[in-house]
Structure formats: C-alpha cells, structure tokens
C-alpha cells in the first residue's frame, strides 16, 4: 500500500494550512514593503519575545477544544503560576544572586507550573464529575481564580525575581529568543503528544464523536481530564514566560489573550467541535497573528486598531472556512452534544430538507 | 391512562417549584437575607434595597439581552461592549454636537439604533456566516471595542448634556440615612423593559419561536418559522437592549469610562444562567433571570457590609456560578427515564 | 370509505441521486379515508417518495395530482395547502414547548399570526384533541410526554392543519404492543372523517393488519399495488425482498457440544428485563428477537457495560466476569456492533484506518504511551482486507462510505481484537441488499471459526438466515425458545405477532 502516492499525501498538509501558509507569506510580504525595518534581525527578535506567551495559550485552547470543548481559565490559569513563583521570589528573597539561584529558581518555577496545573485537575472533575458543561465550568474558574489571585496580591504587582529567571523571557541564545526555544519545545511535545501516542489518538476521538467513543471502550472521563491537565500546563507554562518577559506578576492579565488564542485557533484550521487540529497550524497561525501586530505596530496602528484586525480576522477567517467546507464548521461551541449536518457527498446521502 | 396521570402530577409538583428553580432561587435569597442580617444587622435597611435596585437596574436590562440569546441556544459576550460603546458615543455626541443634548429620551433614541447597528453586526456573523456563537461574540465585542477606542475616544468624560445630567441626579427615592442613598427613576423603565420582554417571549410567535429555535432548530424550520430572520431578530433586540441598559449605567455613574463595562460579563451570564436559563437553549425565564440579578447584587451588597475586600466579589461571583451550575447538572442526571416492564406494568393497573 | 375520487395521484416520478436511480417510474395513488401501506425494505425508496410528496425534494421526472391541481413538483407550502402532512420518525416536534404550542403553533404561523394567546392556542388545539379522543395534557412539556404521546401530539398537529393525507414514517418503530393498538384505535377514527392514512414500513404484520391497500417498492420501482385483501405473508414478503420465504431449516447445524462461551443466568435490569438465561456455545449465531422496548437492546448493552446490569451472573469461558463498563466487557472479550451505526459505531468525520483501530487503542501502544504506527497500520489494512470493504483508501473519511460498507468497518473493529463473543444490534439496517447477505455469511464463517455471535434483531428473514437458535424477549423475558426443526420464519413471525 505504501508507494510514493501515498507518501506525497502524507506529506502535503491540509488545505486550510495551505490557505494559512499562503496568508502569513502575503502578511509578510505586505508588511515589509509598507515599513522597512519589518524584516531585521531586531523586529523578528522582539516578535519572537511576544509570539511565545501567545502560541503557548493558543496550543492550550487547540488541546480543549480537540475534545469539543473550551478553556475560558487560561489566563487565570497562567496567572497562578506566574504569582505562586513570584511569590516564592519574594518571600525567600531570593532576587539577589546567589549561587544556589538556579536550582531554586527551577525548583519555584516547578511549584508554580504545579499550582496552575492543579486549576486543570479542578476543571476536569467540574467537568466529568458535575457534568458542567465546559464553557460555563471554566468561566467559573476563571472568575473564581482571578479573584482568589486577586485577593491574595491586593491588586499589586509582584516584583523581585532573580536574573535567571527573567532570562527565560528576555534572553536569547544565538539570536534566537529564549522563549521560542520554549515555544517550539513544548510544540514539538504537543504535537508528539496528540499525532503519536494513544492517548492523544484517545482525544481525537472522544472530540470527534464521545458516543462512539464510549462504545469502542475509551475513558472519556479520563480523556477530558487529561485534556484540562494538559491544557492548564501549557497555560502555566506561559504564564512563566509572561512573568519573566514582564519582570513582574499580577492578577490582571486580561482577558484579550484568550480572545487572542482563540483567533489563533481558528487561524489554524481547529475544529471547535471537536476532533481536527494540528500543532503546525496552531504555531504558524500564532507567529502570522503576531506579524500582523507588529507589522500594524510598524505602520503606526495602535493596539485598538489590532484589535478590531483582531475581530475582523476571525470572523473572516472562520466565515471563510465555514462557506467553503459546507457547513461542518457551524454549530455552537460548547455543546457537548456534536450534531452534525447531514454529510455532503456521502453515498447514501438525499438532499436534507 | 396512567401516562396521563404521571404526566399531570409530575406538571404539579414542578409549578411549585417554578419551570425555571424560580422558587429555588427565592429560597436562596431569604437564606442570604437572614444569614447576612445576623452578622451585619444593617443589612435590615432601606438602604439595602435601594443599593440592590441601584445596581440591578442596569444589570437586569443587559441579562434581558443575554436570556434572550441564550434561549435561542446561543450566548453573546458582545453585549458589554455594544452598551458601553452605546453609551460612551451618545455622551460624545451631546458633548461635542449638541444633539440629544436636552433631552434624555431623544438620547436613549440614539442609543438603540446604535445598539441595533451592532447587533447587525452579531446577526451577520452568526445568522449570515452561521458562525458558533461564542466566537462571532468574542470577534464582534474585539471589534466594538476596538472601534470604540480607536474612533470615538479614550477619554473619561465628566460632563454631560444636560438632557441626561439631569436624568442621573433624578431619584424616584432617597434614604436620608447617614449615607445618602437613592434610587434612581430609571427603575422605572427597567421594570417595565423587564415586562415587556417577558411578555414577548410568552406571547408572540416571535418569543415561542426564540423558544423553539434553543429547543430544536431543525423541527422549528420545518414548522414553517423563518429561522433565519428570527435569529437576525433575536441579535438586533439584544444589541438595542445592550445599548439602553449601557447608557442607563453611563448615566447612573455620571462619569463615562468607556474602559468600563467590558470585562464584567460573567456576572451578568452568572444571574441569566443561575436564574435557571440552559446554556444549551429553550429554557429560560424572565422572573428567574431577575432573581439571579438580584441575588448576585444582594451578595456583593452584603460582602461590602461584612467588610470583605472588594477582590472576594469576583471569586464569589465565579464560586457562585460554579455551585449553581452544579447544582442544575447534577438535577438533570437524575432525572431518567424509567424501563418498558414498570411502564406497562402501571399501564395494566390503570 | 374508499371514495370515487382519489386524494392524490403520483404518476412516473423518477429521482437520482448522483448516478444512482432512488426512484424509477414510480405511481401511487390514494383514496380517502383509506389506510394505504406503502411497503418496502430499506433502501427502497419510500422516503424519497414521502420527501418528494411533501414537496421537501424535486422529482426528476413525472406528476402529482392533488386538490384539482396537477404539478410537476410541490413546495412545501403547496403541500400543506393542499392538506399533506408528514409525520417524521422523530416526529419534529419542540422538546421545551407544551402540547398545546406544539399543535398549535404551525397553524398559527400558517395564518400569519403575532400573538400567541391562551386561548387561541386552546381553542385550536382542544378540538383536534377531543376529535381522536385522546387524554392529553394541553399543557405538559412535550420532552416529559411518553413516545406514544407525542406521537399523538404530533398527529394532532398535522390535524389542526386540516390534513387530508397523513403519511406516517415507520410510526411503530419506537412504541409498545399496547401503545401501537392504541394508535390504530385512532387510526380508525381518522378514517371515518375521511382522511387518509399513508403508512411507510417493512414490518409484515402491521402492514397486513392495519392497511385496505399496499403498494410495494423495491429497489426504487413499484413492484405489485393492490387490495390488502390480495396479500398473505409469503406474498408480501416475496414482493418486498424479491425472495421466497423459506420453510427450511439453516442448512449447517452449529454443534452443541463443549464449553459454553458464555453463559448467562438471571441477569437483571431493573425496570428493563429480568430472570434472562442462556448460553452460547462455540460455533453457534444466536439471535435475540422481541419488538422494540422487550429489552433486548437492553440485554445487549448490559453485556456490553453499556448499561450495566443489577442483577444476576455472567460467566465467559467458565470464568465469572463481571461488566461494569464497557472496558470490562471489552477486556473480557466482547465487542459490540450498536444499532445506530452513525452515532454509536463510527467516527464519521476521522479515516477509516482510526476507526477499525479505535478498539484496540490498549493493544498498539509501545513505550511512553507512543502508539505502534506500522502495527496499527497493518492491523488495520488486514482487517479491511479480510471484511472485503469497498473504500478509495483507507486514509479516506468514514462518512464517504456507503451504509453497507461502512458496517463491515464497524465489524472490522471488533474482529481486530478477536473476541470471544460478537453482539450485534440490527447488523444490516440501512445496508443495501448485496452487503447484507455478505456480511451475513461472515457472521455464519466467524461463528465456526468458534466466536459467538449474538444477533439482536427485528429483521425476520435476516435472523432466519443467519441465526441456529432464536430466543424470543417479551416485556423484559425470554419467553420461547426456537431452534432445530421448530426455528421458521413464520415461527419466529408468530411469536412476534402474539
């Protein structure tokens, strides 16, 4: 079975990556005609630095919503680690250099990704245990750790962290931001995670249809748990980075990250229903969002002007997709029941009525 | 027929208890009440009353426009951003051009075919481009926003035009207490807004199709409703909607922030949601979502009387949520239906 | 009763879907107040005619004469004007809206009302009501109401819209024995004011008890129309399946000797089926038959952990297993082919590869949980090898199969992990007539490879064909037994219809 038709299938991306593909090449492309410092060394570093916190939130939502569901608590999420490791900082002083920074800084780093990681757990078992639907029981959680994250800084911001530890954010290692090695490491797991093993195969499956999936013998409790674990990691993760890159931590990220993500997701050619979604698709579209910003940036847009491209774009981008597929796009996030539209070209099919 | 029987008594139990855990919610109220008299005898006040009317008054007008969504199976995060930006533009446009300066009504004009043009905006991206509805919101509210910011200003506005200056210093009633506490006229229509939607969803077509459409959207279209032109209807009463209670909060505040309002829709889903509304559609009640809004004010209230920071609201607003989804998951697991032997064996003793 | 003037005449519709004919020179014709069956196997072709009718798909080819008009095709709207109504099998009714709306609600929107009254919608759904004598609750929820009662419901509503013909798709299917004889009281009562009723079924009985006369499709043409009176059982059933009932008995008799694989004693659910025993032996297909809500899906998915059972013991190979979720029942040697292959047996929107190895998940992983990719790959390229499935390539959709090839896929999940006991709920509903024998035989070629099959099914000639014993489930137990000389079609006719 396998010849080289079959290979050259395997290796020919989708045709909404293409789409993808062909956008961020006209995106750069228009953008390094309209402002010449667009392509240097400089501006593609400081994207970088952007493009990281962004792509880690974004693999996030892509893992919630391989299972048909969302992650409205991210941002609240990546705010837990990032306050739970500063204020590991700050309360054992530890912003002064000393030769036993770096093991503590990781063991921190550690206990704060762990905090946030638990805000999954607690998810998961929201949404398998109660059965909450996932929209509503992370829009919970986000309230609920926001406030509780709130509370605990009285508003203020965290400052104080050792060198090392902002270097994650702000160094880089020949010319290449630290951050997108991070980035592309925890893509590279992700998507190892959901193309190679079983379990991510499990994730595919219970997002494209739970019933089915009951039936062949899956745990979907235990696969949307995973998911929410998972997805929470990445979103501590990032909140690392953001601290790191900020020098400080507070319970105010805004909301407009998640919107952020979101748009990413779609960019990518995710199914919100469950079911489809690729890494690749996920980091192109993050670092193709992230050019656009800093290319309006260039052209003297603010950060209002991006964020109505911001809408624009997803709206387009999905309406695009949803015109052109015939409708397997459509349907209202958060519904765990997957009604799908009677299936185009299938042999059997009639004309719905 | 036992069917009959089973069905009628079951129909009476559930009117005690209200369609939509109405009576629930009542309970849960006089349960706070009582509670917070206890720690905070203050509690016990006219003041009270008047501060739950004062923030519910706007509030109970956006969760009108968010019930009205979510029974039709969808759910909207634009409405904060549609009312801000209503709100935020008619004060800019009195200041700066004198329209709607003197008169408050002619302003509230003004803000409903705004917030008609952006729930245009909703009803293209989710009847049009059939978009899921959560992310058209979230590109809308980006753009609204955006548009906002960028086009209309930044700038907090202290002064009004006197046509609405003077409507948000006009108190239907005022508790000359130690601290001066007042109710603001505007109740007055938000009470009646509060009817009128509750009767349009009862009896019109329009308010049963909306019912229909969160329900079962196929069966509605092969009923012969116009699906399409229902949901255009349904995105342009929440925009106007949005648009009237943010020029209400514009007013009530006297200083217009357009930073404001955005970022507070969770409480607002919480009460529609808490007041027995499906997230999944075709459920849902007018008297129910009052009563979420009033309960979500209540317990801010009284979390000011106790003396909690400010920052525990939020998480108890998300406690909250979460206690009271749970609460309705775990009633709808119960309920199940019952096997063919015990239905005949029912049938054969009737 | 059957007046001079038919209600409708159908005359030479044609449709094709893609190359395939649906329909091909079909005529029908009914009468007033006439129940007329329109007969047929699925895949016959009666939707599409009932969807052409309705005006919901445009013939190709041929007329229809209705209310002194003759159209080439019909509009919805032309439809209902002129008093034909469909009531679906999922009766297309609002779930959260009463009894009362929902018979009320289409007339009004017909009239191009705004408001909805109390009293407007008593006053048109009260009449229709009483007129068939039914004890509906005008303003109970319809997603609290029973099968039965709304598909009351939903024959109120075409009645409040004057129906004049009411075709009823498969109305049957989901209603007890009691609940049916209650609908045909009803029936009756429709006749006398002159309506029309159109039956679409393949189920022998109801077709030869209820109808005056029957129209037979198969393969899209009409095979025979005529007089119910002209029809007896062999004759239906020739003209429905183009073959002959058989009076003989399965040609191999399975071997009853050693052990048991799995045997079943008292297993109960409450409120579902009680006290049922059996056993299955190497070699042998066992069917499981009884009408819908006796309990034997419910049976099949308390083996399967589905639902699991309350009561009783199950043993496999000698061995007592107990099944509390499906990865017990799957571990213990089960596979299950569900009844509603789209929602419950395959991932329509993944490729056919993932589905055959959606199963064996727990048996392709490798290290750190990495999946097997060339084992899972030949896996799957045997399995769909050996069920012979018709596919482009198996890295193509599920959903571009056709019914009866995509049930072979469903199949091959199973026999990937060679079970000991195979369960399959209504194996080739929606298969075309050439799979359906196919996968029949493999049934057969598997049971004497030594996996037990159990065929659960409502499909008399199928479980004739395939099955060495048949139990009979009635109201939760099993009541008959037949095998051997006494295991017949009609046999198994006769216990359904008692």
Known sequence: ?353 | MTTVTSAARRFRISRLRGSNNEGVLVVAIAVLAIVVGLFSPSFWSVATLLNVGTNSLENVVFAMAVLIVIISGGIDVSFMAIGIFAGYSVIVLGNSTGIAADSAWLGFVIAIAIGLALGLLNAFAIAGLRLPTLIATLGTQGIIRGVMLAFIGRKVLPTYPPGLESLSTTYLFTDHAAIDTRLNVMIIPSIMICVAVSLMLRYTLVGRGIFAIGGDAESTRRAGFPVTGLRVLIYLMAGALAAVAGLMHVTQVRLANPYELVGGELDVIAAVVLGGASIFGGKGSVSGTVLGVVLIALIKNSLILLGVPGAWQRAAVGALLLIGVSAQAISAVGRRRRGTIVQEEEEAAA | ?498
Not at chain 3, 438 to 465: H, Q
């Open chain 3, 1 to 498: 009763m059957s007046g001079d003037h038919p209600l409708l005449v159908a005359r030479g519709i044609s449709k094709h879907f893609g190359g395939v004919a649906a329909l091909d020179n079909v005529s029908l014709e009914i009468r007033p107040g006439e129940v007329h069956c329109l007969a047929g196997e699925n895949g016959s072709g009666k939707s599409t005619l009932i969807k052409i009718i309705s005006g919901v798909v445009k013939p190709d080819a041929g007329v229809i004469e209705v209310g002194g008009e003759t159209y080439a095709h019909l509009t919805p709207r032309q439809a209902i004007g002129a008093g034909i109504e469909v009531i679906y099998q999922d009766f297309s009714l609002f779930p959260n809206l009463t009894v009362a709306e929902n018979i009320a609600i289409t007339s009004l929107i017909a009239r191009g009302r705004r408001a909805v009254r109390p009293s407007d919608l008593r006053s048109i759904a009260r009449p229709v009501v009483e007129r068939i004598g039914v004890g509906l609750v005008l303003d109970a929820r319809v997603e609290d109401l029973s099968v039965a009662d709304r598909q009351l419901t939903a024959i109120c509503r075409a009645l409040a819209q004057d129906a004049r013909i009411i075709f009823m798709d498969e109305p049957t299917t989901a209603l007890t024995w009691r609940e049916v004889s209650a609908l045909f009281r009803i029936v009756a009562a429709l006749r006398e004011s002159g309506v029309a009723l159109v039956f679409v079924s393949h189920k022998i009985e109801e077709v030869l008890r209820i109808s005056q006369r029957i129209t037979v499709l198969r393969n899209g043409g009409v095979v025979v129309s005529g007089e119910a009176s002209e029809f007896d059982r062999p004759a239906l059933i020739r003209a429905m399946t183009g073959r002959a009932l058989s009076d003989l008995t399965p040609s191999d008799t399975a071997w009853r000797e050693g052990q048991p694989m799995l045997e079943v004693e008292g297993l109960g659910r409450g409120g579902y089926f009680e006290g049922v025993t059996f056993d299955v032996r190497p070699g042998e297909v066992l069917g499981i038959t009884g009408l819908l809500g006796s309990g034997r899906t419910e049976i099949a998915e308390a083996l399967f952990g589905v639902h699991p059972a309350d009561s009783g013991s199950i043993r496999v190979n000698g061995q007592p297993v107990v099944l509390n979720s499906v990865r017990d029942a799957i571990r213990a040697g089960f596979g299950y082919v569900p009844a509603d292959r789209l929602k419950q047996g395959l991932f329509l929107e993944q490729s056919i590869a993932r589905n055959v190895i959606a199963g064996s998940l727990d048996r392709l992983v490798g290290r750190l949980n990495l999946l097997r990719q060339s084992v899972a790959d030949r896996l799957a390229e045997t399995s769909l090898t050996n069920l012979h499935v018709k596919m482009s390539t198996s890295r193509a959709l599920a959903r571009s199969l056709s019914g009866g090839n995509q049930q072979r896929v469903v199949l091959a999940k199973w026999l990937a992990r060679s079970p000991r006991v195979l369960i399959l709920n209504s194996p080739t509903v929606g298969v075309d007539v050439g799979s359906k024998h196919e996968i029949l035989e493999m049934l057969r070629a598997k049971s004497r490879e030594g996996i037990g099959i159990i065929v659960i099914s409502d499909d008399v000639p199928e479980l004739f064909e395939v099955c060495h014993r048949v139990l009979v489930v009635r109201r939760g137990r099993i009541v008959t037994e037949l095998t051997g000389d006494r295991l017949s079609e009609q046999a198994i006719l006769d216990e359904l219809a008692a």
């Open chain 1, 1 to 353: 079975m396998s010849d080289a038709s079959t290979l050259i299938q395997r290796l020919m991306p989708e045709r909404s990556l293409l789409r993808l593909a062909a956008f961020a090449i006209v995106v750069m492309i228009v953008f390094s005609v309209m402002s010449k410092p667009f392509l240097s060394v400089i501006n593609f570093q400081s994207m970088g630095f952007q493009v990281a916190e962004v792509g880690l939130l974004s693999l996030a939502v892509m893992l919630s919503m391989l299972t048909g569901g969302i992650d409205l608590s991210i941002v609240s999420i990546a705010s837990v680690s990032a306050i739970v490791t500063s204020q590991l900082f700050a309360a054992t002083g530890a912003s002064q250099s000393s030769a036993v920074t770096p093991v503590l800084t990781a063991l921190f780093i550690v206990v704060g990704m762990l905090a946030g990681t638990a805000i999954g757990l607690v998810n998961g078992l929201l949404i398998t245990r109660l059965h909450i639907t996932p929209i509503l029981a992370t829009l919970g959680t986000m309230q609920l750790i926001n406030g509780l994250m709130v509370a605990w800084t009285n508003g203020q911001a965290i400052y104080g962290m050792p060198d090392i530890f902002l270097a994650i954010g702000t160094g880089t290692v020949f010319l290449v931001p630290v951050a997108i090695i991070v980035l592309m490491a925890a893509a590279l797991l992700t998507a190892v995670f959901i193309n190679r093993t079983a379990t991510g195969l499990r994730l595919k499956l219970v997002g494209a249809n739970p019933t089915a999936a009951r039936y062949s013998g899956l745990d979907n409790d235990r696969v949307l748990t995973l998911t929410y674990l998972g997805s929470a990691l990445l979103a501590s993760l990032a909140g690392i980075i953001i601290a790191s890159r900020a020098a400080s931590a507070s319970a105010d990220y805004g909301t407009s990250y998640v919107l952020v993500a979101i748009v990413v997701c779609m960019l990518a050619g995710v199914n919100p229903n469950g079911g489809y979604a690729t890494v690749t698709g996920v980091i192109v579209a993050a670092f193709t969002l992230q050019m656009v910003a800093s290319g309006l940036n260039q052209i003297g847009w603010n950060a209002f002007h991006y964020q109505i491209v911001q809408g624009v774009l997803l709206i387009a981008v999905i309406g695009l997709n949803t015109l052109s597929d015939q409708g397997v796009l459509s349907g209202r996030l958060g519904r765990p029941r997957l009604r799908r539209p009677p299936a185009p070209g299938a042999a059997t099919s009639e004309p719905g009525s």
